[in-house]
């Protein structure tokens, strides 16, 4: 090779670099620039605040009736009422339905499965996100129930003269059953489910000499309970208390809010006091989602004080609202408070998101998973069924 060749494919090769290079910056900055509008369009919209919303589609022309109770259940809706429940996709048409004759439907949610029946029926409905639906027929009227994100149930059943704590696997096997010891443990006032299904927190009511006293018992079916008498692996008790609601977080701390306090377990196989929250106000209300827990106070002109916790008992915000609440709840990473006509919906931080006070009656409002970084609910008020974008 000359050296003039060698000087021309040397004068190549910096060509094909220089191109090479203006390529990748070509694909790069109006990437890079693409990356920066999204961050920024995501910040606004942590931080916006929406005071009005337009109609996306109306689902339903029809009146809503106030029996009619509607939930998420993954990225869909679900309508139950005393005649059936069914699921309703994004389009707003049915996906899948089941008709029953209940008189006061209970139900339960945990991951990709609910549960659903009749308080003092006989008959237990369990449905996963698909639409698949498995009923189970109990010989006893049942008295609460709870769902685990893998499909069992528990069941506090009653014959009349017992109460039966009962465990079913998603197609009705019964997996372990036992009585409950009123004498010596109390009345189940609450029950719950790990995640798992692997683990069972009931609070009983315990009334000896004249007090009242809550008994706490973990029940455990995985291979630890097996050694232990009736499956409890710890209890606890406290005198003077009243502990009514039980639930399991997803990180497997079981939280029990009482009357004057809260109190967290953790998450082992024998579960012990992890955190004690002690309330100095009369608690209005109690929220929480599979993370999160939260309560609320009011105040005795206007509005409330709210407080949200993580799923260890750490304060994450605390604020005030100026809505004379009936409900509140989380949905996602918000927060809804509600009455019959207005809503609040605030940020995890306390924010503000949405405020709007409508002329019809308001029966519920939930998000709506979407693509998009937009703020689409599913507005259910008295006369329609609604899917709305925040503005």
């Known amino acids: 090779m000359t050296e003039t060749e060698d000087y021309e494919n040397r004068l190549n090769q910096l060509r094909m670099e220089r ?32 005071k009005g919303y337009s109609v996306i589609k109306t689902f339903d022309d029809e009146s809503v009736s106030s029996t009619d109770k509607y939930q998420m259940f993954g990225n869909d809706l679900i309508m ?23 008189q006061s439907p209970m139900l339960d949610i945990c ?10 029926g006989k008959e237990i409905f369990v449905i996963d ?27 506090v059943l009653d014959d009349g003269n017992k109460k039966y704590l009962t465990y079913y696997d998603k197609e009705g096997t019964l997996l372990a059953q036992g009585t409950v010891q009123m004498k010596k443990s109390g009345f189940p006032m609450d029950i719950d489910l790990s995640y798992d299904g692997k683990m069972l927190a009931v609070s009983y009511l315990y009334i000896t000499t004249g007090q009242m006293q809550t008994n706490v ?11 232990e008498i009736d499956n409890i692996v710890s209890s606890y008790s406290y005198r003077g208390i009243m502990i009514p ?16 306090r809260i109190i967290i377990y953790n998450n082992s196989e024998k579960p012990t006091e992890l955190l004690k929250i002690d309330l100095d106000k009369e608690v209005s209300s109690i929220f929480y989602s599979d993370k999160n827990f939260g309560i609320a106070t009011k105040n005795h002109e206007n509005g409330g004080t709210i407080v949200i916790y993580n799923a260890d008992g750490k304060e994450k ?36 998101k949405f405020s709007y006070d409508f002329e019809d009656n308001l029966y519920n409002i939930l998000s709506v998973k979407t693509l998009l970084p937009v703020s689409n609910y599913l507005l259910v008020t008295r006369d329609s069924i609604q899917k709305i974008s925040l503005r």
């Not at 698909?130 to 528990?154: P, Y």
């Not at 018992?217 to 050694?227: L, P, Q, R």
């Not at 639930?247 to 939280?255: H, L, R």
């Not at 005030?320 to 931080?349: C, G, H, P, W």
């Open 19 to 50: 191109k090479r290079k203006n390529l990748r910056l070509a694909i790069i900055i109006p990437a890079i620039l693409l990356l920066c509008l999204f961050v920024a369009c995501l910040i606004y919209l942590s931080k916006v605040s929406y």
């Open 80 to 102: 139950y009422n005393n005649d059936g429940i069914q699921g309703i996709g994004s389009d707003g048409n049915s996906l899948w339905s089941q008709a029953y004759d209940m």
């Open 111 to 120: 991951g990709g499965y609910l549960c659903i029946a009749d308080s003092q």
């Open 129 to 155: 996100s698909s639409g698949n639906i498995n009923t189970i027929k109990v010989s006893m009227e049942i008295e609460q129930l709870k769902v685990s994100s893998v499909g069992t149930v528990i069941a």
């Open 217 to 227: 018992a973990f029940y455990n079916f995985d291979s630890v309970g097996k050694s």
């Open 245 to 260: 609601d039980i639930e399991f977080m997803s990180n497997g701390n079981a939280v029990m809010f009482g009357d004057d």
């Open 317 to 352: 915000s605390k604020f005030n609202t100026d809505l004379n609440f009936d409900a509140i709840e989380f949905d996602k990473n918000t927060i809804i408070a509600k009455n019959s006509t207005s809503v609040r919906i605030y940020r995890n931080n306390g924010k503000l």
